[in-house]
């Protein structure tokens, strides 16, 4: 079993950039695909973005296409989503989630085994 914790929250204003974190505890990221989503007050569960342990294959949400940009560090058992440019929309609670590797990324909130707590991301206008 893994333990995620997600960390880089903050406040930001709109055009400027944040870089979240995702550190796996007890279980290397690479036996994973991992996810990650976001939640608004009073909306569902968005998916954001998701990354195999390789790297090689990642997947976006269109309104986050062309500014957000998901990477794994295995060495620190990490992985990172940058985001620029962004927008009072993207104001949201961020998580990360991880599944077993070998069933690929999803954009599912419900095929995810493992989550983390979330980190808060403001965006002022």
């Known amino acids: 079993q893994v333990h995620l914790v997600e960390s880089g929250g903050g406040l930001v204003q709109a055009g400027g950039s944040l870089r979240l974190a995702c550190a796996a505890f007890?279980?290397?990221?690479?036996?994973?695909?991992v996810g990650w989503f976001r939640q608004a007050p009073g909306k569902e569960r968005e998916f954001v973005a998701a990354i195999t342990w390789r790297g090689d294959i990642t997947r976006y949400e269109d309104s986050v296409k062309g500014r957000f940009t998901s990477s794994i560090d295995n060495a620190k058992n990490t992985v990172y989503l940058q985001m620029n440019s962004l927008k009072p929309e993207d104001t949201a609670v961020y998580l990360c989630?991880?599944?077993?590797?070998?069933?690929?990324?999803?954009?599912?909130?419900?095929?995810?085994?493992?989550w983390g707590q979330g980190t808060q991301v403001t965006v002022s206008s």
């Open positions: 007890g279980r290397t990221i690479s036996s994973y695909a």
């Open positions: 989630a991880a599944r077993p590797f070998q069933y690929g990324t999803s954009s599912r909130s419900s095929e995810y085994n493992y």
